[in-house]
Every structure is written in C-alpha cells, then in structure tokens.
C-alpha cells in the first residue's frame, strides 16, 4: 500500500488514519487536524469549538455488505447501532440512528443504488439535521435549510455553503445486530476535514482578488480538485475570510467566532494570505498590482472582490457621523459602538431589503427600531406584497416600526452635537429622530481595479460578464465570481439570460466551479440552482431566480401564521420559490429545477406538493 504521511501532523504526531472506498484511487494514508468553530445560534445548531480528524480517502474490497466509509486504523472502534437488526432501509431512504456507547452519538445512514452508507448526520454547514433533507437517486444529499449538498458516496461536498466534507464510517450486519466502525471524536463531530496539506510546487501560480465566499470556495477547491500549484488571496479586509452573513443576521463582530478557517489552515495548504488592495491589473503581462507597491504575477487569476455598499447621495448622508454601511467586521463594530452598552437608542434603518431587515431584527432588542423603505411592503420587488406583509408582520412583532412607501430627503444633524445625526427626514415631511442610521440600498461590483482597463470591458453596472466556468469573455484564465459577475444562467425562466446574483452560495459556487475550471480544464462546468437563506423573524429559504421577472405567486400553506411556500412563476413555469417553516420543501424544488420537473404554477395551483413529485436521475440544466 502507498504511503503518504507526514509524522508531523499538527497536534497528531504520528497518527495514521486509513479509508475505505470505492472508485478512489489510490489507496493513500493521510493525516490531519483541525480546530472548527462553528456559529449558530439559530434552530439549534452547534455552537463552539470542536476538534476534527479527517483522511483523504482510498480504495478497499470488503466484504460484510461494506461500504465507503472514514475511519482510523488506529483509534477506530466498533459500536452498533441501538434499535436496528438490519440494513433494511429501501432505496432513496435515509434514516438518523443512535451510536451505542456515544452520548449523543449518532450517523445518518442512506441507501442508494443497492448501497446502505454511513455518514455524519449533521450538515456541516450549520448543524441542520440532515435527515430532513432531499436525497436524490444519483446520492445527492441536499441539507433543508441552506442548500448544501454532499455526494453521500463519498462525503464531499458537492455545493455551497458548506465547506467541510462528511464523515464517511464503515457500516455492516452481524449477528443480528448493526455496526460501524469508526472514532468517536469523529462521529460526535458530525464531520471530517477537506484534504487540502500541500507544498505547493511547479510554475502554475494562482492569485485570487478579494477575501469573501467566492475566495474561500476557489481557494480550497484548488487543493481539493489536486491543483498544488502556488496560491495567492489578496484581500484588503483585516480579518480572513468570514461568514459575512452574520455580520447582518447577528452582528458578530468579533472575527474569532466567524472566521471560517485560521491561518495554519492557510498555511497547511500552502494558501498564502495577504492583507493589502488590488490597484491594477496588466493583463499582457499576467501582473498584478497593489496599493503598497507590491507586485504579483498568475497564470490564472479569479477575480472575487465583491461589492461595495451604496451611500445615499443626500444632504447630510456623507457629512454626519453615525451614518453606517454595513459589509465587513469593522462596519458591525462602529454599529455596536454607536449602540453602546446601555443601547435604548434611536435607530433608523434605510432601506427594507434582506440587509435593513436582518439589521434592523439584530437591533430591535432595547432599541427603538424605525425601518424607510421606498416599496409597499419589505422586499415587494423579490418576494412580491403579499410575502413582503408576512415579514413585516414579523419584524413588527420585535418593536420594529415601519415607514413603507416613503422616500428620504434629507439626513440632519443632533442638537446636542452638530457633527452627528440626530434625526432624519421624508419627503412627506415625517422627521424621525435617530441617534445612528443603517444604510442599506444595496452595493455595486467593487472592480475599480479593472476601470479604464483597456484589456477588459466592464458592463454598465460594472460586472465582468463570463461563461459559464466564471471564465471572463476575451481573457482565457482569467475568471470573476460572486457578486461582480455577470454570467449565463440557465435555471428555470433563465434560458442562458446573463444576470447578476448577489447570493452567498453563488459566490462560493462561483469559486468551486472556477477552481474546477483551472485544476481540471477539460471537465464541463456543474450546473446549480441559486440558493439563499434570511433571518427576518423566522428563517427564510428560497430557491431559483427571476431574472426575466415573474408575474404569478402561488401561496401554500398558513401565510397568516408565518408557514408557506410561496412559488413565482413566469407563465406556468416555477422560476423561484420561497419558503418559511416548510422544509424540505426549498432543497426539494431546487432539485427538480436542476432536472427540469418542477410542477406548473397551474398544478401548484390546484393542490399539488412539490413532496409528492420524484426525483429522477439526471440533471437537465
């Protein structure tokens, strides 16, 4: 058997793991620890730090009805399964089962194909139990609350957000009994970590613009799709990448508790971080330039840098302190020291999309919380009036007040002291007192680096148009992803329609599909279907997107009770859905979008549920 070990494993020194498999070849020993924090506070996930092993996987002929599993030659040990004598789950069945000898130890075992396989029973996202997620005929396990999917023949992950792998445990009959085998710090932690230890070599070198989801995605799927080439991420915040939707949904602002891997994680895979802004782009000779004078060159180059939050260009908006955008680390801490630890503050929010909701739902805790916003009801021109209401009802319940269908004139300063703000006025002539004010209006592709460039045509709203690889027109190796590309999107209501989403999981899928690109140039990009996630009082999911717009809403469920399913359709075709205390039912219409057998508007309309319509094999988009 080959041997690929490195005895100096952080904090595991000499400890071999072994996998077994199929069509993983071949047979490798691997080693490697990690310190993962997780933070939720929302729907009972995982809170604090636990420690993970994980193993890059090989290839075994068992026996004993076997299948792929993680587990250690060393430390791995035989429990059985409390309450089951036998495999005897059907096909497309998933069950959440007790580890005996583990307090809280459980696995989550699917069968597929024939296979019955083991694996973690929590995503590794946030926690969401995945026994209620969708499992597909191909192994697809879509988790229900965020959209992350894992192949559950091999515990990858197969879409955004989640960034660590399942587990992966041997799983067999004896004696009347069920077993795994496998470590118990392993199977408590519900996950393994991504093979991504390399010492990068060769002359391929990668620079990747930016800090934020799509960086992240690219960076580790480089090491995990095999690319050992050398690795750059030039990001001009001061913290590694993040989980930036809690910036809005809680207002972390302390960077330990959300940034998603530390240094030596960077550092084991040969990632190198640097702290320092893109200032230009030679696009001839495969150079880039920062703000510090430093100089990098590529021979591929992702482009990740995100967008930059919209000020309002009203009286008094860029004069007046207390006045906050809201997109990194720091914006939270200036939010949270104008709060102040007494709080009972003032505080007017700008704008009633995702941004100004979640905020304003953070703040409405000893605050007295006002949010402006320009449509009928929050989120009017996404989710439509009537959804808007049900968030508003919501929020409200919070203290939250509302001014709907108001426009802002003017921003003025405090009595007490003239450089801040101390109320803020509508065009109706309503003044709303305000000791700190939240904008949020939404931002514009932060590619200021690529203006004026002769070597690549920005579009008007300052997008980079691609392919569908995230490659940009004109520039072969060269890619943009997250919220400054515009690319061909080819779910429902798409046709190929070039659009740019400003989605958490688009960016970091963005990031994967571009590193497939660069590691594996001939492989076909994977299609995916636009996912996301809102704390507005209760946890919104939605799937899809409406590019071409949507003039039809279905509505099941209790909308009067904050539990529906909202379905947009363009004629009779589904081209998004929303749902609140409804799941599976977001990660189940994602997955009939990707194989085109989303019910009609017309069908939904009479009664039918997107749980009752299979899932066949094989994607169409």
């Known amino acids: 058997?080959?041997?690929?070990?490195?005895?100096?494993?952080?904090?595991?020194?000499?400890?071999?793991?072994?996998?077994?498999?199929?069509?993983?070849?071949?047979?490798?020993?691997?080693?490697?620890?990690?310190?993962?924090?997780?933070?939720?506070?929302?729907?009972?996930?995982?809170?604090?730090?636990?420690?993970?092993?994980?193993?890059?996987?090989?290839?075994?002929?068992?026996?004993?009805?076997?299948?792929?599993?993680?587990?250690?030659?060393?430390?791995?040990?035989?429990?059985?399964?409390?309450?089951?004598?036998?495999?005897?789950?059907?096909?497309?069945?998933?069950?959440?089962?007790?580890?005996?000898?583990i307090e809280n130890g459980k696995v989550l075992l699917a069968k597929v194909g024939g296979n019955t396989h083991a694996m973690s029973s929590n995503c590794t996202h946030y926690g969401a139990p995945l026994k209620l997620g969708v499992l597909t005929p191909e192994g697809r396990l879509t988790c229900a609350w965020h959209g992350a999917c894992f192949n559950v023949g091999t515990g990858d992950v197969e879409d955004a957000p989640a960034l660590d792998p399942l587990a992966k445990f041997d799983v067999y009959e004896r004696s009347g009994a069920v077993y795994i085998k496998g470590e118990e710090a392993t199977i408590k932690a519900s996950r393994r970590n991504a093979n991504v230890r390399c010492a990068a070599q060769g002359q391929q070198k990668v620079v990747v613009v930016g800090g934020g989801s799509g960086a992240m995605g690219a960076v580790q799927a480089l090491r995990e799709q095999g690319f050992q080439g050398q690795i750059t991420m030039i990001s001009k915040e001061p913290n590694l990448p993040i989980d930036r939707t809690k910036l809005s949904k809680a207002l972390i602002a302390d960077k330990s508790k959300i940034e998603w891997r530390s240094q030596e994680w960077f550092d084991s895979a040969s990632i190198a971080t640097v702290s320092d802004e893109v200032k230009s782009v030679?696009?001839?000779?495969?150079?880039?330039?920062?703000?510090?004078?430093?100089?990098?060159?590529?021979?591929?180059?992702?482009?990740?840098?995100?967008?930059?939050?919209?000020?309002?260009?009203l009286p008094g908006f860029k004069e007046l302190s207390n006045i906050f955008l809201l997109r990194t680390i720091p914006d939270v801490q200036a939010i949270l020291g104008a709060v102040g630890e007494k709080k009972g503050k003032n505080v007017v929010i700008i704008g009633s999309s995702f941004i100004g909701m979640e905020v304003a739902n953070a703040l409405s805790k000893d605050n007295t919380v006002t949010v402006v916003g320009m449509e009928a009801a929050p989120l009017e021109r996404v989710m439509g009036k009537e959804v808007g209401k049900i968030f508003q009802k919501l929020i409200s319940k919070s203290g939250v007040k509302f001014h709907m269908g108001a426009s802002v004139d003017s921003a003025t300063p405090s009595s007490d002291d003239q450089s801040k703000v101390g109320s803020v006025s509508l065009k109706d002539g309503t003044s709303l007192p305000a000791d700190l004010v939240v904008v949020g209006v939404g931002v514009t592709p932060a590619t200021e680096y690529l203006q004026d460039n002769p070597d690549i045509q920005l579009e008007k709203d300052g997008s980079v148009k691609t392919n569908e690889s995230f490659e940009v027109e004109g520039q072969s190796g060269v890619y943009a992803i997250g919220d400054i590309a515009t690319y061909p999107y080819h779910g429902p209501g798409g046709n190929g329609s070039f659009t740019r989403i400003e989605h958490w999981n688009v960016a970091q899928n963005g990031g994967r599909t571009a590193a497939a690109s660069i590691a594996n140039p001939s492989v076909a990009p994977k299609a995916f279907i636009p996912v996301f996630w809102s704390a507005l009082g209760s946890q919104l999911r939605y799937c899809g997107n409406t590019i071409n717009g949507w003039d039809d809403l279905v509505l099941q469920g209790q909308p009067d009770e904050a539990k529906f399913a909202a379905f947009y359709g363009k004629g009779d075709t589904?081209?998004?859905?929303?749902?609140?205390?409804?799941?599976?039912?977001?990660?189940?219409?994602?997955?009939?979008?990707?194989?085109?057998k989303m019910p009609s508007l017309g069908e939904l309309r009479n009664g039918k549920s997107v749980m009752d319509v299979g899932l066949p094999s094989g994607i169409k988009i």
């Open 282 to 313: 030679d696009f001839k000779s495969k150079s880039i330039s920062t703000k510090s004078g430093k100089s990098y060159t590529y021979t591929n180059v992702i482009f990740a840098s995100g967008g930059t939050p919209k000020m309002l260009p």
């Open 1 to 101: 058997m080959k041997e690929d070990f490195n005895p100096k494993t952080p904090d595991r020194e000499g400890v071999r793991y072994l996998s077994y498999g199929a069509s993983v070849d071949p047979p490798i020993w691997s080693a490697f620890y990690q310190s993962h924090r997780i933070v939720d506070k929302e729907e009972g996930a995982n809170d604090g730090l636990v420690s993970v092993e994980s193993s890059k996987w090989g290839d075994y002929k068992g026996t004993l009805r076997r299948t792929f599993t993680t587990t250690s030659n060393v430390m791995a040990q035989e429990y059985k399964i409390k309450g089951l004598s036998a495999l005897d789950l059907n096909n497309g069945e998933k069950r959440e089962v007790e580890v005996e000898g």
């Open 574 to 596: 589904v081209v998004a859905v929303a749902s609140m205390q409804m799941d599976p039912v977001m990660s189940q219409s994602a997955e009939l979008m990707r194989r085109k």
